[in-house]
């Protein structure tokens, strides 16, 4: 079948690799908002182009994988180039041999399980190590500087933040959810207290958007709509989704544990309060287009997804 033509994708690869002849092309289906293009050289390494109607996403998002290579440890696809085409923003990275974790975690042995999950606990500390924000919210760039959000002053702001972050994840989960939607903004309207110090929070660090080899992981992709905000509200959420989501209860609290000890690894854990997990699971129940995230791989269908969701706020509301 012949590949149909793509302008934009030829303009960009003749900025990055203008004396190289492609030999085929693999679009990536990535679930998010990005076009995610795998382009294969007959003479060259192969890179991922990634586009986005919106240049400012791709502007962040280069400038977040960058400063994370420079860093940490972390392993992401190195950066290329970044740019704008027809108002159109796009990155290039280098491509990262590895299989899509979501698809092989529930395969893996236990022992690797532990070991993955130890990593993303570890990563996600490196990011909390290095890492610094005046504010909550998305992140950003200030004249060229990644930034975040209103400068915080006191607890009130994060109060506000985080309330304003919670109710609007509650308020989007169905009317499955009514029963206990009341308790549930309760709980996270108790959260106050100083203002917590302001760190990344990678919106979707999970397995899904990781690539494993070997036992190890290989890359962590897509870090767009990362946030800052406080540590324990990025734990609660990415342990979620590494400890619950694919495995049966009894091998969540091992893989919870273990990436809990990944993270001590590299710097104090924070206190994790039921206002942070109700707040980070309201999150991650929907998606950005309204529908039900599917826990499981295979995923489970969408009347057992709501009941997972559903018992997992419950626990968290006893």
Do not use: C
Not at 118 to 123: E, I, N
Not at 162 to 176: D, M
């Amino acid at each position: 079948m012949t590949t149909p033509p793509d302008p934009s994708l030829d303009r960009i690869l003749s900025q990055i690799r203008p004396d190289r002849r492609v030999d085929n092309t693999t679009t990536v289906e990535t679930g998010n908002r990005k076009r995610t293009t795998i382009v294969r050289f007959v003479d060259d390494e192969p890179v991922v182009v990634q586009r986005t109607a919106d240049p400012a996403v791709a502007r962040i998002e280069a400038a977040l994988v960058s400063v994370i290579a420079e860093r940490t440890a972390v392993p992401v696809a190195p950066l290329l180039a970044s740019g704008t085409d027809s108002g159109e923003g796009w990155l290039v990275t280098s491509f990262v041999e590895g299989d899509d974790l979501h698809e092989r975690f529930v395969d893996l042995g236990g022992e690797i399980k532990r070991r993955l999950a130890a990593a993303f606990g570890r990563h996600l500390a490196e990011l909390h190590d290095a890492f610094r924000f005046g504010g909550y919210g998305p992140v950003g760039l200030e004249d060229g500087r990644l930034a975040a959000g209103r400068q915080q002053s006191g607890g009130d702001d994060w109060q506000d933040w985080f309330v304003g972050f919670a109710e609007t994840s509650i308020e989007r989960l169905p009317a499955a959810f009514d029963s206990i939607r009341p308790r549930l903004q309760e709980t996270v309207r108790i959260e106050t207290g100083n203002a917590p110090p302001s760190r990344l929070f990678p919106w979707d660090l999970r397995p899904g958007n990781a690539l494993v080899g070997d036992g190890q992981l290989t890359a962590l992709v897509d870090w767009e709509g990362s946030l800052a905000a406080a540590p324990a509200l990025s734990v609660a959420k990415t342990e979620y989704l590494v400890a619950d989501w694919y495995v049966p209860p009894e091998q969540a609290d091992v893989l919870r544990a273990a990436f809990r000890a990944g993270y001590r690894s590299v710097r104090s854990l924070p206190v994790v309060r039921p206002a942070h997990r109700v707040a980070a699971i309201a999150d991650t129940a929907v998606d950005s287009r309204g529908r039900v995230t599917t826990p499981r791989y295979p995923p489970i269908d969408r009347e057992a997804a709501v009941a997972f969701h559903r018992r997992s706020l419950e626990q968290t509301l006893r």
